[in-house]
T-cell receptor
């Protein structure tokens, strides 16, 4: 079993839809949770960064962490064609230096 | 502009011909790392470096070497490339090796070994 599981998709939605992307994990020591966005032929770029449980909002993006269920989510409101990319979840334990990545979910937002 | 720069972006080579992929960061980051990205497998860590002259193996180090002689540079060396090393490679860096220091990535090197 992988430490981090992420549905690879692809996920196709119409413009304006609310998108929900999710990851589950098995290591209860993970404390730092990240979402990266990766456009085609580019490196991953940090989108959201949260510590422990709870929600964090940044514009149209909301990251949620539920440590009791070992489940994290990224919500994208009013999705745009420019949001079409691969979204990678990532996590790290407190004091740890190794970041573990999910396989990524490919998202297509149709105009 | 703060960035991680990898070269080359694309590389096609033959089995056994030594190659080096360069990585340089201009953010004075202590931590640097190499990943390979393969479909369905995500990003897997090859090697990492906590600081100058300090390197260690990641999850998939076989067939790779690295060095960290200067803080800004972290080249990836394939002494004798094989077709199973065909992949998309990313260099990444962060200010410190853990906690509140997310990774910054380069734009990748697509390597094909025939």
């Amino acid at each position: 079993q992988k430490e981090v599981e992420q549905d690879p998709g692809p996920l196709s939605v119409p413009e304006g839809a609310i998108v929900s992307l999710n990851c589950t994990y098995s290591n209860s020591a993970f404390q730092y949770f990240m979402w990266y966005r990766q456009y085609s032929r580019k490196g991953p770029e940090l989108l959201m960064y949260t510590y422990s449980s709870g929600n964090k909002e940044d514009g149209r993006f909301t990251a949620q962490v539920d440590k009791s269920s070992k489940y994290i989510s990224l919500f994208i409101r009013d999705s745009q064609p420019s949001d079409s990319a691969t979204y990678l979840c990532a996590m790290r334990s407190a004091g740890g230096f190794k970041t573990i990545f999910g396989a990524g979910t490919r998202l297509f937002v149709k105009a | 502009e703060a960035q991680v720069t990898q070269n080359p972006r694309y590389l096609i080579t033959v089995t056994g011909k030594k190659l080096t992929v360069t990585c340089s960061q201009n953010m004075n980051h202590e931590y640097m790392s190499w990943y390979r990205q393969d479909p369905g497998l995500g990003l897997r860590q090859i090697y990492y470096s906590m600081n100058v002259e300090v390197t260690d193996k990641g999850d998939v180090p076989e067939g790779y070497k690295v060095s960290r002689k200067e803080k800004r540079n972290f080249p990836l060396i394939l002494e004798s490339p094989s077709p199973n090393q065909t992949s998309l490679y990313f260099c990444a860096s962060s200010l410190f090796p853990g906690n509140n220091s997310p990774l910054h990535f380069g734009n990748g090197t697509r390597l094909t070994v025939t």
